[in-house]
């Protein structure tokens, strides 16, 4: 079936979506939720694993308490109650990448509930209901080879690595937020980019959407004005903050233009297509009573010290949002400029650099001119260009000095992006230093006099002004390392009778 998409502002005037988001973030504890298991990213398939994470027979789970520990954290920064006493569950499926077949979760009694996290959209803040968060375990990965995708479809073959089975995972579901509008797609980009703000500031996970530490699934519906809730289908794949935005947008174009044609909305989950923006059909939803949950037999309940959890609310860091608001004080933005450095996510970036050493506007300067026009050229995140705050922070340092000039501190910033070592390393080496001492550059500035004698005598007549194009010659002949304002001085010096 091919239908043409109806035009965005046509959907939003006749339809008002509904949106969801489910967000799982895998901690960042030294070892497993259930085993003693290293869980760094990466490492050879299948070396990470131990008879519990992969389902051995007789193998019993022990809960890991720093994972307990860092899922009440999370809850507490939003907002949520936290439950005085909750137990696991099995989930039970069918997946190869999951040796137990069936998963251990929470059900019906999360660790944290009925919770909220206000986010900023246009300068307004809109307030996310926070349903649940609670606390389970991921699945192994399964890799399809042999095929031009790397899905199932074509492949020879396929394989499965137990790595990342068993590392705690928190599930974070919000309630259906209703009343966005056209805003809609913004309000869920919004949403995960705070969220994730909130989980790096609590030091729990470093929460890298492309390594899979953050996974965003968007529900989405449509409904007509006055009617209610329409169905609502799930997508997966959402492996970026802008893709959550397109997700959203796309998901409402689609449903709108089934609904315009009399058609219904199927309850089921959608793959999402970085490469097209689109969504395709993948199963149709469990609901769940196919899951069989029942209490984990494996484990004791989870009944936290109500004393325990106070402490752990009073050390909350400060939020992300109010951070920010105190940054922008003490940085002297506009909030239009504040905006622009958080759309750079520049925030943390300049708020390092500044730590190490450069002035606010110096590290502004760096992170959203150069290093942000590099980062969209090559598209990678600004944070992984290859600079540091600190190395930013020490080319700022060398310009003070009057070691570099504008010029020369970008090619040295270029030299730091590839890799070739610290902006000093990189200037000393590369011997692109500002020439600022007179008897190297004398000859130089006797060489342009020469060469434009012209000028010279107009120099020589009065008109200083004329000063300007050599300079520009000696720039010229010292490949832009001399010191503008020494080539100047000499050049009057030489030029025009000292009074
Ligand atoms: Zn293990």
Not at 190 to 201: F, G, K, M, P, W
Not at 368 to 384: F, I, P, Q, W, Y
Not at 474 to 490: C, E, F, I, S, Y
Request: hydrophobic share 40%; charged share 25%; glycine share 8%.
């Amino acid at each position: 079936m091919t239908t043409t998409l109806p035009a965005y502002d046509e959907v939003v005037a006749r339809f008002e979506p509904v949106i969801g988001l489910e967000t799982h973030v895998e901690l960042g504890t030294n070892t497993k939720m259930w085993c003693g298991c290293p869980t760094d990213f990466g490492g050879e398939p299948n070396t990470r694993v131990c008879p519990v994470c992969l389902g051995l027979p007789g193998s019993l789970p022990v809960a890991n308490k720093a994972a307990i520990e860092a899922t009440i954290r999370i809850g507490l920064a939003l907002n949520c109650s936290i439950a005085q006493w909750c137990r696991f569950a099995r989930k039970n499926y069918f997946y190869p990448d999951m040796p137990k077949n069936f998963q251990i979760s929470q059900y019906d009694e999360p660790l944290c509930f009925d919770g909220y996290l206000d986010v900023e959209v246009n300068g307004e803040l809109v307030r996310i209901g926070i349903e649940r968060v609670h606390l389970e375990e991921d699945t192994g990965k399964t890799l399809h080879v042999g095929g031009a995708t790397g899905r199932i479809h074509g492949a020879t073959e396929s394989l499965v690595d137990y790595n990342r089975a068993g590392i705690p995972l928190v599930e974070i579901v919000t309630k259906p937020i209703p009343g966005t509008g056209a805003l809609a797609p913004e309000v869920a980009r919004a949403y995960v980019t705070e969220l994730r703000d909130v989980i790096r500031s609590l030091g729990v996970s470093d929460v890298r959407m492309e390594e899979g530490s953050l996974r965003c699934d968007v529900n989405t519906s449509l409904n007509r004005p006055g009617e209610e809730w329409g169905t609502r289908t799930e997508t997966k794949n959402v492996n970026s903050l802008r893709s959550v935005e397109r997700a959203v947008r796309s998901e409402m174009l689609r449903q709108a233009s089934v609904l315009e044609a009399g058609g219904r909305i199927t309850q089921e989950t959608r793959h999402f297509h970085e490469d097209t923006g689109d969504t395709t059909p993948g199963r149709s939803k469990e609901t769940a009573t196919d899951y069989r949950y029942f209490p984990e037999p494996d484990l004791v309940p989870i009944a936290p010290d109500p004393a325990w959890v106070a402490e752990l609310k009073a050390a909350l860091p400060e939020l992300p949002r109010l951070h920010r608001r105190r940054l922008q004080e003490a940085w002297g933005l506009s909030d239009a400029d504040m905006q622009s450095v958080l759309n750079a996510g520049a925030v943390e970036l300049i708020e390092q650099t500044v730590a190490a050493g450069a002035s606010p506007a110096a590290a502004r300067k760096w992170w959203l001119g150069e290093l942000s026009r590099r980062a969209n050229e090559t598209g990678v995140e600004l944070a992984d260009i290859g600079a540091t705050p600190a190395q930013v922070a020490e080319l700022q340092s060398l310009v003070d000095a009057g070691k570099l000039n504008d010029k020369l501190a970008r090619t040295v910033l270029e030299g730091v992006v590839a890799g070739e070592g610290s902006p000093t390393e990189i200037m000393t080496a590369r011997g692109l230093e500002v020439v600022s001492d007179t008897s190297a550059l004398t000859a130089a500035v006797d060489e342009a006099i020469a060469a434009n004698p012209d000028i010279a005598d107009k120099i020589r007549s009065g008109k200083v002004a004329a000063a300007g194009a050599l300079v520009g010659a000696v720039m010229k002949t010292t490949r832009g390392q001399a010191d503008a304002k020494t080539v100047r001085d000499l050049i009057l010096s030489r030029l025009t009778p000292t009074p």
